[in-house]
T-cell receptor, first 113, second 112 residues
């Protein structure tokens, strides 16, 4: 079955440093979504990428979708303590009437003030 | 607008018992999905309902079943509970298709 892998598993940075997490799918995706989960919280939708090579920005966050629609990345510029949490990518495949979203294991980001 | 609400927030059950978890979708959302999240892991897709019919299922045994009601609220039922079923169960709704999901706060299930 489809697998979505994320690296790194953990990342600790000093406040102000940049952060990047990478996501790779074993199969070509229809789209990819990114979520953030604060400690003790639930996933919160950040963004969705649909087109091959797509790049989207949200303030300090930059999201990319690979040309082959099998990989993606999230880059945070100048991290802040409010960025702490686990970042998940989730790949979507729609085969006929069967819709399925597969999450990676996530990257836990901690920020030292 | 209201978000996704789940009940109960915490639950302790004995191995072999049955459990029903409930979810109210965000207003206007006609699609609901259920996920199981073990500690330190990403959410695992259980199944999805659209207009009261299942339209996607992950690798979970048949003892995991669900319902979606005309008002788009939903239930997750798990029979013959096993210790490994202990996890956070998340409900998520969206407008269907490829829209992003709004997650509820989850139900923490502990099987002893």
């Amino acid at each position: 079955g489809q697998q979505v892998m994320q690296i790194p598993q953990y990342q600790h940075v000093q406040e102000g440093e940049d952060f990047t997490t990478y996501c790779n799918s074993s199969t070509t995706l229809s789209n990819i979504q990114w979520y953030k989960q604060r400690p003790g919280g639930h996933p919160v939708f950040l963004i969705q990428l649909v087109k091959s090579g797509e790049v989207k920005k949200q303030k300090r966050l930059t999201f990319q979708f690979g040309e082959a629609k099998k990989n993606s990345s999230l880059h945070i510029t100048a991290t802040q303590t409010t960025d702490v949490g686990t970042y998940f990518c989730a790949g979507a495949n729609s085969g006929g009437s069967n819709y399925k979203l597969t999450f990676g294991k996530g990257t836990l980001l901690t920020v030292n003030p | 607008e209201t978000g996704v609400t789940q009940s109960p927030t915490h639950l302790i059950k004995t191995r072999g018992q049955q459990v029903t978890l409930r979810c109210s979708s965000q207003s206007g959302h006609n699609t609901v999905s259920w996920y199981q999240q073990a500690l330190g892991q990403g959410p695992q897709f259980i199944f999805q309902y659209y207009r009261e019919e299942e339209n996607g299922r992950g690798n979970f045994p048949p003892r995991f079943s669900g319902l979606q009601f005309p008002n788009y609220s939903s239930e997750l039922n798990v029979n013959a509970l096993e210790l490994d079923d202990s996890a956070l169960y998340l409900c998520a709704s969206n407008l269907g298709g490829f829209y992003g999901y709004t997650f509820g706060s989850g139900t923490r299930l502990t099987v002893v």
